[in-house]
């Protein structure tokens, strides 16, 4: 599985943007897709994860309420709209793939990056 992230960028405080996440080398048929994020000088945090096939989400605390993520499986596409974004949402967003339910998340895409100005 290869992913490829999209969407970064720089914006003020409240704004909105919307990432991608694109699976391709094959239809995706893992369990599901997760966004982290990566802040400077600080450690890789788990912000949202959607199951494939339900569509099941998790999200942390420090994102719930503000952001949403979503799949399109005929895209084979995972998105994260972040509405209300603040200056410590600035991070190197990076999506990842967790095969089975069993596993930790194994396949990386590049991160992109969004900076958020107070």
């Known amino acids: 599985v290869q992913l490829q992230a999209s969407g970064g960028g720089s914006v003020q405080a409240g704004d909105s943007l919307r990432l991608s996440c694109a699976a391709s080398?094959?239809?995706?048929?893992?369990?599901?897709i997760g966004w982290f994020r990566q802040a400077p000088g600080k450690g890789r945090e788990f912000v949202a994860s959607?199951?494939?096939?339900?569509?099941?989400?998790t999200y942390s605390d420090s994102v719930k309420g503000r952001f949403t993520i979503s799949r399109d499986v005929t895209k084979n596409t995972v998105y994260l709209r972040m509405n209300s974004l603040k200056p410590k949402d600035t991070a190197i967003y990076s999506c990842?793939?967790?095969?089975?339910?069993?596993?930790?998340?194994?396949?990386w895409g590049q991160g992109t990056e969004v900076t958020v100005s107070s």
């Open positions: 959607i199951s494939w096939s339900q569509g099941d989400t």
């Open positions: 080398g094959r239809t995706f048929s893992g369990y599901a």
């Open positions: 990842a793939a967790q095969i089975s339910a069993t596993t930790a998340y194994n396949y």
